[in-house]
């Protein structure tokens, strides 16, 4: 007897940092040509050894951490969240319009959940981000892409041709996973217009905001005083405070959407990880010049990395900021192929743009992204040498 499957989650596509991993099945590296992994956007080292011990003084002496708390997440992290976000992008945001997720992954499920159910469509600019794609798949939502234009930055009216009857939401993600781009400002406004307009969320993932080049607020979103009637924010503490095990999250929306999501996250996890928010909390109090000093490093990767595709001219470089590179490869083959050769010829472990594209994309066969966060300058400069080896 064959048990039933959800046809739509057995039509969706298996995780591709999974995928990229069963790679490396009997292939090895030889200790002087070590593999160099640049597949995934996660910090591996440690959380700083402060915060680590904030960790560990809450796990041993507040009996509170190990119990349920609330569904929408900490009072004193959402407050600190609506305090410091209202203060940095010039608006105001009040605690009620904030909510805790197990991850930014969990943030967006809850809340397309809100918004979109088996037949609707949601646009989503391409390059898109993999997991996002996932989660409508899985939900029978239609995908509709739209091509990024120049610089990988999405134009509000290229969306707008996209727009039926069904369509629900526009996601855009800037700095941009998997491009790199960071969105102007005035492309998000066009965006929120546009979604305000038509009866549309803006859904504006901001996971890494904290790796911006730009100075100052990268938007202007907030400012406007009726700002939760379209736009939705998702954020994440795994990048800033390097607390991806411990999966914090937020959303950013009005008290009505936190409201309905709070039925989402009662149901699937009932409450955050509170050793997890206490993390963050503390991070946000704590550690802001250890967190400028992260992201003048991640800017100083990014300057690397431009410059060694700048003395590769068979590559293009398309878009590179936060963690990525997102580039065109000069190879014949396709970049799913290339990128499995790669890991067998040069060590080096990327994911292909068939990943972030739809389905047989000629642009994806071309594409491929590097997540360089994880790298060290000496580690970008042998990325690069490997990569001279390869040439077509």
Known sequence: MTLPLNPHMAATFPPPVMEARRWLAGVSFPPERPLINISQAAPVDLPPLALRQAIAEAAVNNPEVHLYGPVLGLPALRAEIAAQWSAQYGGQITETQTAITQGCNQAFCAVMSTLAAAGDEVIL????????????????VKTVPLPAGAGLIPEAEAAALLITPRTRAIVLVSPNNPGGAEYPAQTLAAFRDLCRARGLALIVDETYRDFDSRSGAPHD??????????????????????????????????????????????????????????????????????????????????????SG??????????????????????????????????????????????????????????QIRIAFANIDAAGIAETFRRLEELRA
């Not at 600019?125 to 029978?140: A, E, R, S």
């Not at 008290?255 to 409450?271: G, H, M, Y």
């Not at 014949?332 to 040069?346: G, H, M, Y």
Request: aromatic share 12%; proline share 6%; with cysteine.
């Open 221 to 306: 979103l907030f400012t406007d005083p009726d700002w939760d009637d379209t736009l939705i924010q998702l954020y994440s503490f795994s990048k800033a405070y390097r607390l991806t095990g411990h999966r914090v999250g937020a959303v950013v929306a009005s008290p009505a959407r936190l409201f309905q999501i709070e039925k989402f996250l009662d149901t699937v996890a009932i409450c955050p990880n509170q050793l997890g928010q206490i993390a963050a909390l503390w991070g946000m109090q704590n550690l802001s010049q250890w967190l400028a000093g992260e992201r003048a490093e991640i800017l100083a990767r990014r300057v690397a990395m431009v």
């Open 125 to 140: 600019p391409t390059p898109w981000y993999f997991n996002h794609k996932m989660w409508l798949d899985m939900q029978g």
């Open 309 to 366: 595709f700048a003395a590769l001219p068979d590559w293009k470089l398309l878009g590179c900021g936060a963690y990525f590179a997102y580039v065109e490869h000069p190879f014949a083959e396709a970049s799913d192929a290339l990128c499995k050769r790669l890991v067998r010829e040069a060590g080096l472990l990327m994911l292909p743009g068939t990943m972030f594209q739809p389905e047989g994309s000629a642009a994806g066969a071309r």
